[in-house]
């Protein structure tokens, strides 16, 4: 849909809104080893969805959210339904996975006008799931971080470069320098 948010991005902007700003208005989708290893997501369904049905790669839509994505997996069993959102990676609690889900579920539940009974994150290396809850107090996070993102989108500006752990294994650093100067920063 049109000026609609790609709900993979929230992933990116919770993890670093400036790597955010790099590949949604920049176009820079640079790979290193982690995400490589991330598209070769090939979790052994058979085993774990236990005889429900699934179903891969839903389109899903939230006009309420104004954001669109895919959903990895859709399982419905013994009547219940359950969203799982595939990573590499071993089991850890990361914000910025929560969020993208939990927006997954929300648009869900909108693009379908089905209750979506459980959350979940498959993490491959460590073949454990993670649940998360969703409450009134994370949708109000996620809607805040949504317009954030709508901010920058609006303003147009580049945040600020500024140096964390997370630098290192970002597949976007060969771009990312201080010295960067195609872009505008923010004040
Ligand atoms: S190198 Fe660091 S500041 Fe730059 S996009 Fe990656 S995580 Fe963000």
């Not at 995400?35 to 006009?63: A, F, R």
Request: hydrophobic letters at 30%; proline letters at 2%.
């Amino acid at each position: 849909m049109e000026n609609y948010i790609p709900i993979s991005s929230i992933n990116t902007f919770v993890y670093c809104k400036r790597r955010f700003y790099l590949e949604y208005f920049l176009g820079f989708r640079t790979d290193n080893f982690y995400t490589l290893e991330g598209k070769e997501k090939h979790s052994d369904l058979e085993h774990w969805t236990d005889g429900g049905k699934y179903y891969k790669n839903i389109y899903v839509y939230s006009e309420n959210l104004g954001v669109e994505g895919i959903i990895d997996i859709v399982l419905i069993k013994d009547g219940k339904i359950t969203i799982i959102e595939e990573k590499r990676g071993r089991r850890a609690e990361w914000e910025n996975d929560k969020f993208q889900v939990l927006a997954q579920a929300i648009a869900f539940e909108e693009t379908y006008n089905k209750k979506v009974d459980e959350i979940s994150i498959y993490y491959e290396f460590s073949n454990r799931r993670r649940y998360i809850e969703k409450t009134e107090d994370e949708i109000k996070k996620l809607k805040e971080i949504i317009e954030n993102m709508k901010s920058i989108i609006t303003s147009g500006l580049v945040p600020k470069f500024e140096y964390t752990n997370r630098c290192e294994g970002c597949s976007e650093k060969e771009v990312c320098l201080p010295e960067f100067t195609l872009i505008k920063e923010e004040d």
